[in-house]
């Protein structure tokens, strides 16, 4: 790795811990530069504008988070019933660490969010979808269940139901949302052999600091 690869790795780590301690909005390229005590010269030799730096820390972040899902789901200590549920509580724990980095990106910068939802979509398409072939071919999962539909399923809630303003107006948290949701759909696809294992909770847990 070249010194020019090292600063903008460094740059990158750093500018994620903001965000996540921050939320997107009120950090500024001034902000990431004091924090790395680097002049904003240098940061702006990497990085020429906030958006872009946002956009490469975005695409950082995911392609490490893809690689966790995809160990997790690959893990063959575990039982396919508690890969699942891992994989749920991870997804869920993902998203309430990022929710205020996620909030301002949905009402500030469309342009990321959007990346961000795209970047989302095909990682979990990647990585569950071929958990979902996995399992019919183990026995895990009903044979009469097409795969491809149940990812469609699982894709388009996880779109429509773990957004910033789709949580706020639940008054759910995502810890709370997604392993339900995902225990809805999926338990009824398992084979009877996996139902009598691991489950994801199915509950209406009470609203958050309520």
Excluded at 42 to 68: D, P, Q, V
Excluded at 144 to 151: H, N, T
Excluded at 177 to 191: A, K, N, Q
């Amino acid at each position: 790795m070249t010194e020019a690869d090292e600063t903008r790795a460094r740059i990158l780590e750093k500018a994620e811990q903001t965000f996540l301690a921050h939320g997107y909005s009120r950090v500024t390229m001034d902000d990431i530069a004091t924090e790395l005590r680097m002049s904003k010269k240098t940061l702006y030799r990497h990085f020429s504008s906030k958006e872009e730096l946002g956009a490469a820390a975005l695409e950082a972040s995911m392609a490490r988070f893809g690689e966790k899902l995809e160990a997790l789901l690959g893990d063959e200590r575990l039982d396919f019933g508690e890969r699942l549920e891992s994989f749920a509580r991870t997804l869920a724990g993902r998203y309430a660490s990022s929710a205020l980095v996620l909030r301002d990106l949905q009402r500030d910068a469309p342009a990321l969010w959007q990346r961000m939802l795209e970047l989302r979509r095909a990682s979990v398409q990647a990585r569950f979808g071929a958990f979902l072939t996995a399992g019919v071919k183990a026995g895990a999962v009903r044979s009469d269940v097409e795969p491809r539909l149940v990812l469609r399923m699982v894709i388009t809630l996880v779109d429509q139901l773990l957004r910033p303003d789709v949580l706020a107006e639940l008054e759910l948290s995502a810890e709370q949302l997604f392993p339900s949701m995902l225990g809805v759909i999926l338990d009824g696809i398992r084979t009877g052999r996996e139902m009598g294992r691991a489950r994801l909770p199915a509950r209406s847990p009470a609203r958050p600091g309520r």
